[in-house]
């Protein structure tokens, strides 16, 4: 069956690091993937999308990787701050025409001052 | 635009007890879809809908029930709250384009006793 998941439950970094979350999935090919950001008592939102015919998209300080051969999106924000800490989602689609998404668990990131 | 709302934000019901969670939307997106939110699960779809007059369930639809009589509203109905119900309900919209962004209401955070 189609798993998706998304390395460290949570991640602990300083303030002005590089933060890397990690999205694996397994027995599917998902045509492109999401990232969307959650803070605590509110819906995700969306931040980037990116397609499997593209290694990497960015935006501002967020980078995403896509190697459908390792089946693994990487998600980068450089340059955190304390205001990045959230809850950090990967969404593959799957498969059907209308863009119906499959979310991981999530990664809880903190940035400490 | 008030984008994806939900009503109400909290709610208590006891065991065997019915109500309907409420999401409008303000985009005119074709694409509705409701998920549930439990801790270390994810976001898990619930039911979904193409369109006004078009439903189909996602990946947990036991015990629940919609319908999409206009392209605005996706009620979410529990026909018979048990505990396993309790959760974070979020609804969600976006075009049917494929690849679009899903946008998501504050979430209805629900306790069944």
């Known amino acids: 069956s189609q798993k998706i998941e998304q390395n460290s439950e949570a991640l602990n970094i300083q303030e002005g690091k590089t933060a890397t979350l990690t999205c694996n999935y397994t027995?599917?090919?998902?045509?492109?993937l999401q990232w969307y950001r959650q803070d605590p008592g509110r819906g995700p939102v969306f931040l980037l999308l990116?397609?499997?015919?593209?290694k990497e998209k960015r935006k501002e300080r967020l980078k995403v990787t896509f190697d459908t051969t390792l089946k693994q999106s990487l998600f980068h924000i450089t340059a955190s701050q304390p205001a990045d800490s959230a809850t950090y989602l990967c969404?593959?689609?799957?498969?059907?025409?209308?863009?119906?998404?499959?979310f991981g668990q999530g990664t809880i990131l903190t940035v400490h001052p | 635009n008030a984008g994806v709302t939900q009503t109400p934000k909290f709610q208590v019901l006891k065991t065997g007890q019915s109500m309907t969670l409420q999401c409008a939307q303000d985009?005119?997106?074709?694409?509705m879809s409701w998920y549930r939110q439990d801790p270390g699960m994810g976001l898990r779809l619930i039911h979904y809908?193409?369109?006004?007059?078009?439903?189909d369930q996602g990946e947990v639809p036991n015990g629940y029930n919609v319908s999409r009589s206009t392209t605005e509203d996706f009620p979410l109905r529990l026909l018979s709250a048990a505990p396993s119900q309790t959760s974070v309900y979020f609804c969600?919209?976006?075009?049917?384009?494929?690849?679009?962004?899903?946008?998501f209401g504050p979430g209805t955070r629900l306790t069944v006793l």
């Open positions: 969600a919209s976006k075009r049917t384009s494929d690849a679009d962004t899903q946008y």
């Open positions: 027995n599917y090919s998902p045509a492109y």
């Open positions: 990116i397609r499997e015919n593209e």
């Open positions: 969404a593959p689609h799957v498969g059907t025409s209308y863009g119906k998404l499959t």
């Open positions: 985009m005119n997106h074709e694409y």
């Open positions: 809908s193409v369109g006004a007059g078009i439903t």
